[in-house]
T-cell receptor, first 111, second 116 residues
Framework: QKEVEQNSGPLSVPEGAIASLNCTYS??????FFWYRQYSGKSPELIMS????GDKEDGRFTAQLNKASQYVSLLIRDSQPSDSATYLC???????????FGTGTRLLVSP | DAGVTQSPTHLIKTRGQHVTLRCSPI?????VSWYQQVLGQGPQFIFQ???????GRGNFPDRFSARQFPNYSSELNVNALLLGDSALYLC???????????????FGSGTRLTVV
């Protein structure tokens, strides 16, 4: 079992729709969860972090965390073509100070 | 304020050679981590340094080594390069060791290493 799992996609949504990206993790001791966006050929850019169960909203982005189900998700409302990128889920266990990344989900937003 | 800076941006090396990659963290950040990202995969953890001490090491061979300097900049060294070492090498900085303070890691633009 991979430590952090994501569907590789591509996830295709039309402009203006809601994109839903999902991630599961295996380490129950994980404390911090992050979503990074990575454009082709570029480095990852932090877009959301979440530490407590529930929802956290920031503009068009909402991160959701369910520690009991070991599940993290990212919703992107009013998707734009500029949102087309690979979205990386990353999980950190504070016992060992490293980020464990999933393989990423490629999102394609069509005009 | 400057972000995380990495040099060089691109590098081509021959198998068996040695390479040194450099990273300067965001001002005030004391933690530097190194990640390797192979095409189509997520970044893989190599090392973390905090206050000049190694805090963690990923599952990489001893050919990989790193250090952090008093000004918190860092070097990643790779000896006896293999074709499989071709990847994007990312440096990330954070204020504290856990990455939670300051809300996560900030990545530099990376060094694209090609081994031929």
């Amino acid at each position: 079992q991979k430590e952090v799992e994501q569907n590789s996609g591509p996830l295709s949504v039309p402009e203006g729709a809601i994109a839903s990206l999902n991630c599961t993790y295996s380490d129950r001791g994980s404390q911090s969860f992050f979503w990074y966006r990575q454009y082709s050929g570029k480095s990852p850019e932090l877009i959301m972090s979440i530490y407590s169960n529930g929802d956290k909203e920031d503009g068009r982005f909402t991160a959701q965390l369910n520690k009991a189900s070991q599940y993290v998700s990212l919703l992107i409302r009013d998707s734009q073509p500029s949102d087309s990128a690979t979205y990386l889920c990353a999980v950190m266990n504070t016992g060992f100070q490293k980020l464990v990344f999933g393989t990423g989900t490629r999102l394609l937003v069509s005009p | 304020d400057a972000g995380v800076t990495q040099s060089p941006t691109h590098l081509i090396k021959t198998r068996g050679q040695h390479v040194t990659l450099r990273c300067s963290p965001i001002s005030g950040h004391k933690s530097v981590s190194w990640y390797q990202q192979v095409l189509g995969q997520g970044p893989q953890f190599i090392f973390q340094y905090y206050e000049k001490e190694e805090r963690g090491r990923g599952n990489f061979p001893d050919r990989f080594s790193a250090r952090q300097f008093p000004n918190y900049s860092s070097e990643l060294n790779v000896n006896a390069l293999l074709l499989g070492d071709s990847a994007l090498y990312l440096c990330a900085s954070s204020q504290g060791p856990s990455g939670v303070a300051g809300d996560g890691y900030t990545f530099g633009s990376g060094t694209r290493l090609t081994v031929v």
